[in-house]
């Protein structure tokens, strides 16, 4: 699997350290492991300073060297489209006004709030919905913003459920993971706390790390939602590290974005969805990619997704269905896209339609 790689020692293989360190940030660095085209070479050169490129030897082990389309290069190395004005004109930075008065702070439903703990990431996911933090520089929270977030917190006794997220939020240091995690336990209306993080992805390493798993266990309940987009990112090491968060009570559920020429495909949904299983993820979530400036590319017709949505129904187990949705621009919200299939109603009869053949009637008489 490691292939260009396989010289590093495993126990610098598996050190989360060390494939931070090591991030690949620069052309000349990239080009000693993919044969770049000139295409991705002007992408990298016209996207500095801009949207910054960063890779795990981990995630870059994952591609294809000799594949410029291959799934995990167009989520990772930056190109061109990125900064062409026609095909951006239309994104705008922050579609979803996350920004507020509280520094990384959104409540945008009562009973949930989502805090961004980081802009730092082990890798920056060309299409991230996030992407106006690349320039923020790499920075995490100080306790002054955590303590006003919790402040806030404690004054809003609506609030059940704390989403972190960043930025990549399990990237801060355990210490202050542990300031975070013990000052919203502090909060006794708020019930559980979900962790919105790519590791298990880019860096799975992260939860071979003892002492993260037994912070993560102390603090529960808590939920860890990650983003698989394709089945090559299901790895050893990635089922080894869901498997560690299984074992210390954590549950992995995940949210993928539907990605033009990345899996924007039927049957890669399905291999997806069942290797997702067979790890013991559940996939709760296929969103519609955001209208986010910088990713404008990525975008697909709503068709494509209900077509994969569609395709999904009668092929695999319930569990292994996501929600197709569409983060409404403005702050609206998500709601879900389904494809229909009651057909028609007249009187006490019902037609649907059948993934399965023919339409078939089913009656309700008064109740
Ligand atoms: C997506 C989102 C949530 C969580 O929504 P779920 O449907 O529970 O996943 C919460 N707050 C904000 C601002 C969000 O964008």
């Given at each position: 699997m490691r292939g260009i790689f396989k010289d590093v020692p495993p126990e610098l293989w598996r050190s989360y350290r060390w494939q931070v360190q090591n991030r690949i940030r620069t052309k000349e660095e990239l080009k000693r492991y993919i044969r770049l085209t000139p295409e991705e070479e002007e992408g990298i050169d016209r996207t500095d300073g801009l949207y910054p490129m960063a890779i795990t030897p981990y995630y870059l082990s994952?591609?294809?060297?000799?594949?410029?389309?291959?799934p995990i290069r167009l989520q990772a190395v930056p190109r061109v489209e990125e900064v062409d004005q026609n095909l951006q004109?239309?994104?705008?930075?922050?579609p979803f006004r996350?920004?507020?008065?509280?520094?990384g702070l959104t409540h945008r439903y009562p009973d949930r709030v989502l805090f961004t703990?980081?802009?730092?990431?082990a890798v920056y996911c060309?299409?991230?919905?996030?992407?106006?933090?690349?320039?923020?520089g790499e920075r995490a929270r100080t306790k002054e913003e955590i303590d006003r977030f919790v402040e806030y917190l404690k004054a809003h006794?609506?609030?059940?459920e704390v989403l972190l997220s960043g930025g990549?939020?399990?990237?801060?240091?355990e210490e202050k993971l542990q300031y975070v995690l013990s000052r919203i336990r502090e909060?006794?209306?708020?019930e559980i706390i979900r962790i919105g993080t790519r590791l298990p992805v880019l860096?799975?390493?992260?939860?071979?790390d003892a002492e993260l798993l037994r912070l993560l266990e102390r603090y529960s309940p808590i939920w860890l939602n990650t983003h698989f987009?394709?089945?090559?990112?299901?790895t050893e090491e990635s089922a080894e590290a869901v498997e560690n968060l299984l074992k210390h009570g954590v549950p992995v559920n995940n949210q993928t974005v539907l990605l033009k020429g990345v899996n924007d495909h039927p049957q890669v949904m399905l291999r997806l969805m069942r290797e997702l299983l067979r790890i013991k993820v559940r996939p709760v979530y296929l969103f519609?990619?955001?209208?986010?400036k910088g990713a404008m590319h990525f975008r697909t017709g709503l068709e494509k997704g209900l077509e994969i949505m569609e395709y999904l129904r009668g092929r695999i187990?319930?569990?292994g269905i996501p929600t197709y949705a569409v983060d409404l621009p403005g702050g609206r919200g998500k709601v879900p896209v389904m494809p229909n299939y009651l057909f028609k109603k007249e009187d006490h009869t019902y037609t649907f339609r059948s993934p399965f053949g023919p339409l078939v009637e089913y009656h309700i008489p008064d109740a």
């Open positions: 994952l591609m294809n060297p000799e594949d410029p389309q291959d004109a239309l994104g705008e930075p922050d996350e920004e507020g008065n509280i520094p703990l980081t802009t730092f990431c060309r299409h991230c919905m996030r992407k106006r933090i690349f320039q923020e006794l609506e609030v059940k990549e939020p399990l990237s801060v240091s909060v006794p209306h708020v860096a799975p390493q992260r939860f071979f987009n394709h089945p090559k990112e299901i519609h990619c955001d209208p986010v187990s319930g569990m």
